[in-house]
């Protein structure tokens, strides 16, 4: 097996979906454990800072990368086992995300429909526990195996073992720089399906489109077309989607919030708790469409931040903390940034 090539003093900026052009010292590809174990072991590589980067849709440049960015690109999908009503399915953590679950809709198998079109790449849903439109990973997860980087062993964790919280899991805070996801198994289900389409918009777009019994399929376009209409696409305006996670708050807080502004968006979370919606508590402290010329806040989706062309990860950062000041100071809320700030 030949070692990857090392590319030295690398340009990031195609490589991260906010296009800020960044640099690394150092540069590596990977589509194999095997690969991966050799970069590791490389002299340039062993004892620097390390980043593993899959589609690069959940990162924010704000300097130079002074150590080894490492490109995950392991490939495959797979039936790992199969009964009556499920199939197992294992993915190569550099699988692109959407893809995957293209594929998946096509076979026939369920579960996977309503995270259609969000960016990235396979390794990094467990890591982030991605969601949307009333499903997270965690719904659908059996297992993945991950390179334990100090001693190069193929560790494999279940679901309980990788403690997936609200965009959060056990390989962002305890496993950060200690673990590599390599693979990632889903249990999926076989017809006939029972579709989630009571979250966000999908069932006002399928009733639009003429369609009372809709297929995973159907529910697949619904939020490909509900996601193009309120999202830009990265590869026409810089940006990593959603910037900020919705803040959990005790009901106090969302009561007071809601005497003021009735139409506060915010749902259960358990226990006196309540998921506020970040995108409304931004659009109200008057940011949505905010615009600083290079960059700025999306003027359909608050959530996100963007480039327009020219601007430093610095830039992009200042504005992420003038949001959060602002809903500090409207709401008495604190947001939490969801991109990983590098």
């Not at 199969?82 to 594929?103: I, K, L, N, P, S």
């Amino acid at each position: 097996m030949s070692v990857p090539a090392l590319l030295h003093n690398a340009d990031l900026t195609s490589l991260n979906t906010f296009h800020i052009a960044a640099r690394a010292a150092v540069l590596a590809r990977f589509a194999s454990v095997g690969q991966l174990r050799q970069l590791l072991a490389h002299p340039e590589v062993a004892g620097r800072p390390r980043l593993v980067l899959g589609g690069g849709s959940n990162v924010l440049f704000t300097q130079d990368f002074p150590g080894v960015v490492l490109l995950n690109e392991i490939p495959g999908i797979d039936v790992v086992r199969e009964d009556d009503r499920h199939v197992w399915v294992q993915a190569g953590a550099g699988v692109v995300w959407h893809e995957f679950v293209q594929h998946c809709v096509r076979q026939g198998w369920g579960g996977l429909e309503n995270l259609s079109l969000i960016p990235g790449k396979v390794g990094a849903a467990p890591m982030q526990n991605i969601g949307a439109y009333g499903v997270e990973i965690k719904d659908v997860f059996e297992e993945l195996e991950a390179l334990r980087i100090d001693d190069g062993a193929v560790i494999p964790f279940t679901l309980a073992q990788c403690a997936f919280g609200y965009r959060e899991s056990f390989f962002k805070r305890e496993g950060r720089d200690r673990y590599v996801i390599l693979n990632v198994t889903f249990r999926l289900n076989k017809p006939p399906h029972a579709v989630n389409i009571g979250y966000g918009n999908i069932r006002e777009e399928l009733e639009r489109r003429g369609i009372a019994s809709p297929s995973i399929a159907d529910v697949s376009e619904a939020v490909i077309a509900i996601r193009r209409s309120k999202l830009p696409d990265p590869v026409v305006l810089g940006n990593a989607g959603s910037f900020f996670k919705n803040p959990v708050v005790p009901q106090e807080v969302a009561d007071r919030i809601r005497a003021e502004h009735p139409d506060l968006v915010a749902y259960p979370a358990g226990e006196g708790l309540v998921k506020l919606a970040a995108g409304w508590l931004i659009e109200r402290a008057g940011l949505k469409g905010y615009s600083l010329g290079t960059h700025g806040v999306h003027d359909r989706q608050a959530l996100v931040l963007v480039n327009r062309g020219g601007a430093t990860g610095r830039d992009i950062h200042d504005l992420s903390t003038h949001v959060l000041r602002s809903v500090r100071e409207r709401f008495g809320v604190e947001l939490e940034r969801e991109v990983n700030i590098v």
